[in-house]
């Protein structure tokens, strides 16, 4: 009898949804009807799909990648977007893109480092459909309407290591990280070989936290540095907040990334690395959109610099402490590194082993497969 | 009222029709409230529920990635139905997903890649399964050693399995080849599960053959529970221990073979999404699967027919979450409101009985 | 070094020992809850926002104190006057916390906070390394180190405490006494709903000073398991959460020193610790449960 019962249940709860479905259903007849005539009205736009891997406003990655596709929105009238925050980096990721296309998209941005492989499952399925990745390579095998792309990170990073370098008192610099990836390996780098190019006595103590966000986590390595000496943080995370506000509060200061946060930090702000993304997204869009993306220079693996011009990563503006003499130094490296990249030779690692020899400097492809730190960093890439 | 009520019931269609009101009520009552929350900030609630459901069925790739997500679902379902049989609380379903992904792996990486799928997959499949038991047959074996209650160890268990994952994609298994992202490498393609795009309906979609090995396991999960003598055992011991042990019935070592069986089932889960939908084991692959197949199990009073449908509503709850995060510009996390609110008002509508019931 | 390893394992602790607390009054009337993540969730987001609105970090924390308690008072009334069953829905009302706090907490992404400072007490903070790690911390730091005591206080030797403990254990004494064993548990629950929203707004407000979506990360589930670690003792509660955010403390000061552990097998000591506890002592233990609390697995049995 029970059984019987629990048959009748079910077969209860299908005929209830059914209806709770139905009943959804014809409401969406008349939304899809309505939406449809509005898109007629105003002429066909081309969807542009946009993924970001936290919330648009969190005073960094996430916010800078979203100000860039609204300037490249505001650049093309003729396109409408496709937003998606917060989206996991595992299989949902796919399925939202898929969505997107399903939604007609011509054009996707998966803007997060883990969404590589998802974006490039999705440029084999839809070969009408350009992917380009934001900040990894491409595996093989290629495909014509898949990209990637990115600025060199590393080199304002370099810069803010210069402010960093002329502003510590003890020396102890510290750099709060998520994941050991060459990306961020290299900006470690980059800031320590920036901070010794004007303090030779500069130490950069790198702590890794295995998320990209979590605030408590941020706030007690940032505490961790601070007691052990570090007078000038630098980050590594998607969120950026809890770091510079922690390091404001305990009188430390701060080198930002991602996003000018320097209202957050008013008195210890030095400089940071941004993004102009705006510019790129737009021309990106603009190839897709003609027809010419294949073939183009974003049709692989796509890097920028100061060598060639348009970095979308720029220098944040100065914080009140910075003296001129550090902006002079600033300036005179700039001019510096258009002529010669940040990983020219000799460096030596922690070991004090060999790693780039002199006369050598590593290619954009070099770098983005890095996978030690140079002298001066204290801390391991975790094994 | 009663008196209605019982003259009612002796009509099996008149009670068809106040069931299926008292659904639909429960269902109307949870789509009200997430509609309430929606309007709360600021979006329109219709927009969003219609939005929904054109992404989870009217939408072609809709149904495919319903089943996709359902098919771990109803594994890690299952995974909590056996061990209940028996009155056991498997509450460490991610642990052994986790765990599953571990064995897959190890089996993938003993064996050649030249090995057609066809011998292949049955022997990652076997490797995850032994793996999720392990995990899982633990807490049974502390069970009937020393007492300890299940739910607790096997949630324990769950967060080390995960701390464990983590730690081989983060270091020992870690792909040299993926640029710094910490996953192990990929299973070669012939270890990867066949897409069912000759399926008109699911064409062009990434359905694979999971839902299949889901739809299996439920077959068998099925049969064993109502036609074997296992499985009856296994009741009489949910039942009553304290009789089945009168009635000379082994408990302790039925108790462990439904923890080893639920283990084994949470492992192919594992199996399935390593296979099927990432391709290479990584941190977080095991999602919230276990707690939702819990919640699927639990609610469905493991029902194995139940479940099933229990984890398509909850695939087309997360799947129609997608669209939400798009055109409603709302947070994927926003679909867990509507997917408690469904489920609490079921736990709510069910009531004493199954307090009771467990 | 040392000395700040501990201090931060009592900044980082002092979230989850809010918890922990709450959990044990809620175990000890018999109810386990999951849910608490899900509370901690919440009473991180209402203090955010009310302490964002009003500018006033104590009204931050009596919003988390509420949420937290709404929230477990919402479990508890499906688990105590429904009958619903504990586990599945503990479950259930995380989900819930996980969506509501995600979808309204997106207007508190990047907003500014006024939250609390660190305020070293005075003379106690200038004693040689013990005030370092307990004297120079944030006011509600020492609001869980006292909360400790208390709930032992509470729990043992007051009234309420009497009701709680004997509504865990033998409900139908209470029931012959005069009492209503479930609104004594409903009680428990709600009140330790709200001690895990303060540790909540701990996080958010005094620790991090930052709002993100799932920003309690598992402290909540850590909460739990250390109640039973800890033997339903308030004070050993204190302990274990001291150890557990000792874990994380000890492992990022020791990589600010230059040395490296592997942080993800580290990350599942406490709950192997825990498992360990609980298989040495699994007898004492588990005659050291709450009668009632039993009976939730005793179906089982």
Redesign the interface.
């Known amino acids: 009898m029970p059984h019987m019962r629990?048959?009748?249940?079910?077969?209860?709860?299908?005929?209830?949804?059914s209806?709770?479905?139905v009943a959804?259903?014809c409401?969406?007849d008349e939304?899809?009807g309505a939406a449809s005539t509005a898109a007629a009205g105003s002429g066909e736009k081309t969807k542009v799909?946009f993924i970001y891997v936290g919330?648009k406003d969190d005073f960094g990655y996430n916010q800078a990648a979203y100000e860039g596709s609204e300037a490249a929105a505001a650049n093309l009238p003729d396109i409408e977007l496709?937003?998606?925050?917060?989206?996991?980096?595992?299989?949902?990721a796919?399925?939202?893109m898929?969505?997107?296309i399903?939604?007609g998209a011509k054009v996707l941005f998966p803007t997060s480092?883990?969404y590589?492989?998802y974006a490039q499952a999705v440029a084999a399925?839809h070969p009408d459909v350009v992917v380009v990745h934001q900040g990894?390579?491409e595996?093989e095998p290629k495909q014509p309407n898949f990209g990637t792309y990115f600025g060199t990170v590393y080199e304002p990073v370099y810069l803010a290591g210069i402010a960093a370098g002329k502003a510590t008192t003890s020396n102890k610099l510290g750099y709060i990280v998520a994941?050991?990836?060459?990306?961020?390996l290299a900006n470690v780098n980059a800031f320590e070989l920036g901070a010794k190019s004007v303090n030779p006595e500069a130490t950069t103590t790198v702590v890794f936290t295995?998320s990209w966000c979590d605030p408590g986590k941020q706030a007690q390595a940032a505490t961790a540095l601070i007691s052990g000496g570090a007078d000038v943080l630098t980050q590594h995370q998607d969120c950026t907040k809890t770091i510079i506000e922690t390091a404001e509060r305990a009188g430390a200061s701060t080198v930002g990334y991602h996003y000018d946060a320097s209202s957050l930090a008013p008195e210890g702000w030095l400089t940071g690395s941004e993004w102009s993304w705006g510019p790129m997204y737009t021309d990106i869009i603009t190839a897709a959109l003609d027809g010419t993306f294949e073939g183009s220079q974003y049709d692989g693996d796509y890097r920028v610099g100061l060598q060639t011009g348009d970095n979308p990563f720029v220098q944040s503006a100065f914080g009140p402490s910075v003296t001129d003499e550090t902006k002079a130094a600033i300036e005179t490296a700039k001019a510096g590194l258009a002529e010669k990249g940040i990983f020219t030779g000799p460096l030596t690692d922690q070991d004090g082993k060999e790693v780039v020899p002199a006369g050598t400097t590593l290619t954009y492809d070099e770098v983005?497969?890095m996978n030690f730190l140079v002298e001066g960093v204290v801390g391991n890439i975790?094994? | 009222m009663t008196a209605l009520r019982r003259a009612v019931a002796f009509r099996?269609t008149g009670?068809?029709v106040t069931?299926?009101?008292?659904?639909?009520a429960?269902?109307?009552v949870g789509?009200a409230g997430f509609a309430f929350?929606?309007a709360?900030?600021g979006e329109n609630p219709?927009?969003a529920?219609?939005a929904?459901?054109?992404?989870a069925?009217?939408?072609?790739?809709g149904p495919g990635?319903v089943l996709?997500y359902a098919a771990p679902v109803v594994l890690a379902a299952l995974a909590v139905a056996i061990p209940a049989r028996?009155?056991?609380?498997n509450?460490g379903g991610e642990g052994q997903i986790a765990m599953g992904v571990v064995g897959a792996t190890l089996a993938s990486q003993l064996l050649p890649a030249s090995l057609t799928s066809w011998a292949a997959l049955p022997l990652l499949a076997i490797g995850a399964a032994i793996a999720g038991a392990i995990w899982c047959g633990v807490a049974g074996l502390?069970r009937i050693t020393?007492?300890?209650?299940?739910?607790?160890?096997s949630?324990?268990?769950s967060?080390?399995a995960l701390?464990?994952l983590?730690?081989l994609v983060?270091?020992p298994w870690k792909d040299p080849?993926s640029?710094?992202?910490?996953q192990a490498e990929p299973v070669p393609s012939a270890q990867r599960l066949p897409l069912l795009d000759w399926l008109p309906v699911f064409g062009?979609?990434?359905l694979h053959a999971g839902i299949l090995i889901a739809l299996v396991a439920l077959g068998v999960v099925l049969y064993v529970s109502r036609r074997t003598v296992w499985g009856f055992r296994l009741r009489v011991v949910?039942g009553n221990?304290e009789a089945a042990r009168r009635a000379g019935l082994r408990v302790p070592l039925l108790i462990l073979t439904a923890m080893l069986a639920g283990g084994a089932l949470a492992g192919v889960a594992g199996f399935v999404?390593l296979t099927g939908?990432?391709?290479?084991a990584?941190g977080?692959?095991a999602?919230v699967y276990g707690?939702l197949g819990?919640?699927v199990s639990?609610?469905g009073?493991h029902?194995p027919?139940?479940i099933l449908?229990g984890a398509l509503?909850v695939g087309g709850i997360v799947?129609g979450g997608?669209?939400l995060?798009?055109d409603a510009?709302?947070?994927?996390?926003?679909?867990?409101?509507?997917?408690?609110?469904l489920?609490?008002a079921v736990?709510?509508r069910?009531?004493?009985?199954?307090?009771?019931e467990? | 070094m040392i000395e700040a390893i501990l201090a931060g394992a009592v900044r980082g602790g002092s979230s989850i020992l809010f918890a922990a607390l709450g959990e044990t009054v809620s175990e000890k009337a018999g109810v386990i809850n999951l849910s608490t993540e899900g509370s901690m969730l919440v009473g991180a987001l209402s203090a955010y926002a009310v302490a964002v609105e009003t500018g006033n970090a104590w009204m931050g924390v009596l919003a988390g104190a509420a949420a937290g308690a709404t929230l477990a008072a919402l479990f508890a009334a499906?688990?105590v006057w429904?009958?619903?069953?504990q586990?599945?829905?503990g479950?259930?009302?995380l989900?819930?916390a996980?969506?509501?706090t995600?979808?309204?907490g997106?207007?508190y992404v990047g907003v500014g906070v006024e939250g609390f400072d660190r305020w070293a007490v005075p003379l106690l903070s200038d004693i040689p390394f013990v005030g370092t790690i307990l004297f120079d911390q944030d006011p509600l730091t020492y609001l869980a180190l006292l909360a400790a005591p208390a709930v032992w206080f509470l729990l043992n030797r007051t009234r309420p405490g009497l009701l709680v403990r004997a509504a865990g254990e033998r409900g139908e004494v209470l029931f012959a006494a005069g009492h209503s064993p479930r609104l004594v548990r409903f009680s428990a629950v709600a009140f330790g709903g709200m001690l895990a929203g303060i540790g909540g707004a701990q996080l958010s407000i005094a620790l991090a000073l930052n709002w993100s979506?799932?920003m309690v990360a598992?402290r909540g589930?850590v909460a739990v398991?250390l109640v039973?670690f800890a033997g339903w003792n308030p004070i050993g509660a204190l302990v274990g959460a001291l150890f557990f955010g000792g874990v994380e403390s000890l492992q990022l000061q020791l990589q600010a020193q230059g040395v490296s552990l592997?942080a993800?097998?580290l990350?599942?000591l406490p709950?192997?610790a825990?498992?360990a506890v609980?298989?040495v002592l699994?007898?004492r233990r588990?005659h050291a449960a709450p009668e009632g609390l039993s009976r939730v697995?005793e179906?089982?049995?």
Request: hydrophobic residues 55%; without cysteine.
């Open positions: 629990r048959t009748r249940t079910l077969a209860a709860l299908v005929a209830a949804l209806i709770a479905l959804a259903g409401g969406d939304e899809s799909g919330p496709l937003q998606a925050e917060s989206v996991p980096e595992d299989a949902g796919e399925r939202v898929e969505r997107m399903s939604q480092y883990g590589l492989k399925k990894g390579l595996a994941f050991p990836i060459p990306q961020t295995a983005e497969q975790p094994k | 099996p009670v068809l069931e299926t009101l008292r659904w639909a429960t269902v109307l789509l929350f929606v709360a900030v219709f927009d529920l219609s929904m459901w054109r992404a069925v009217v939408d072609p790739i990635e996709v028996a009155g056991l609380w509450l502390l020393v007492n300890l209650n299940e739910a607790i160890s949630l324990l268990l967060y080390v701390r464990v983590d730690y983060n270091g080849g640029l710094g992202i910490p062009g979609g990434r949910g221990p999404q939908v990432e391709g290479a990584k977080g692959i999602g707690f819990f919640l639990w609610l009073r029902d027919l139940a449908l509503v799947v997608d669209a995060q798009i510009g709302l947070p994927a996390a926003a679909i867990n409101i509507l997917l408690a609110l489920l609490l736990l709510g069910r009531g004493r009985t199954a307090g009771v467990g | 499906m688990v429904r009958g619903a069953n586990l599945a829905t479950i259930v009302v989900f819930l996980l969506g509501v995600a979808l309204l997106r207007d979506e799932n598992g589930f398991a039973i592997p993800d097998l990350n599942a709950y192997l825990t498992l609980l298989v699994s007898r588990l697995f179906i089982s049995r």
